[in-house]
């Protein structure tokens, strides 16, 4: 008697029928795919020995059950996504989830680079610098309204210029007689001293420092020759066509000072009364 050649589940004979082995044991169609076919996701039927399967995160699908929620778009052989466990392919995950380039008013699609500001989104070549149109990419840009430059162009087109050098002041800089200077620019029109952060005056709207000042300027003091600037609180006599430092305004003779107290002018000489008494 020939030996049984049955399914490992049914018990009936495999002999004329297709079978498939699994783990060494045969099964006929049937059985096997009633043990071992996966069921899919989407139709709820099981995926048959001899259907084509696919597999995406613990879900198997028939290749013709998998496809787009949205679009009904087979998925076997495209890209896609899954978005709270449906999947959708490329383009209607763009349309319902991906921003759009508020330059281009084109998609901004994932993966690719793009720049967000404000609550808008571009695409990295669409973020162009409103003056010169070349793209910012991650440079540094200055917002204007509803415009954006580059530094350069903005520093160029808007930042106020030097009056002396007429550069573009970025930053810093002092002001005087309400124009921008860089601080390096605003010298002593003489000495060519920087000015700024010292005291400092002008002449015929050209500014000065004190020393220059006094020199070019500024009236001699009588008696030790140096000039009389009137800065930093200093008090000085004046009579007829010249002036003293107070200090220095003594009695010609005895150097008693005569701030205050009479005197009496001897030609060049200024006496006290007591050294105009003894004349």
Not at 53 to 81: I, K, M, V
Not at 133 to 151: A, L, M, N, R, T
Not at 202 to 228: T, W
Not at 239 to 264: I, K, M, N, Y
Request: charged content about 25%.
């Amino acid at each position: 008697m020939a030996d049984r050649f049955d399914c490992d589940n049914c018990k009936e004979s495999l002999y004329g029928r297709k079978y498939i082995q699994s783990d060494d044991s045969p099964y006929c169609i049937p059985c096997y795919d009633s043990l071992f076919s996966n069921t899919c996701d989407e139709c709820k039927e099981l995926i048959g020995h001899d259907a084509r399967e696919l597999f995406y995160e613990d879900r198997h699908y028939h290749e013709h059950c998998f496809r787009c929620f949205r679009c009904d778009r087979s998925l076997a052989d495209e890209p896609f996504t899954s978005q709270e466990d449906a999947l959708l392919c490329n383009d209607c995950y763009c349309n319902e989830f991906s921003s759009k380039c508020v330059a281009c008013d084109k998609i901004v699609m994932p993966g690719t680079r793009k720049l967000e500001y404000a609550g808008s989104t571009w695409h990295e070549g669409c973020f162009i610098c409103h003056s010169c149109e070349q793209p910012i990419g991650s440079k540094s840009f200055i917002p204007d309204k509803d415009e954006h430059y580059c530094v350069p162009c903005y520093e160029d087109k808007f930042a106020p210029r030097c009056t002396r050098c007429k550069k573009t002041l970025a930053k810093g800089g002092v002001t005087y007689r309400d124009e921008p200077w860089h601080k390096e620019c605003f010298v002593c029109t003489s000495c060519k001293t920087q000015l700024a952060g010292q005291h400092f005056t002008s002449r015929d709207d050209s500014p000065y420092c004190l020393k220059c000042f006094g020199s070019l300027y500024a009236k001699k003091c009588e008696a030790c020759s140096k000039p009389i600037t009137g800065f930093g609180g200093g008090k000085y006599i004046s009579f007829e066509d010249r002036q003293w430092h107070q200090p220095c305004f003594t009695c010609s003779q005895c150097s008693v000072s005569l701030v205050g107290a009479g005197f009496f002018p001897d030609g060049e000489r200024i006496l006290c009364r007591d050294c105009h008494s003894n004349l």
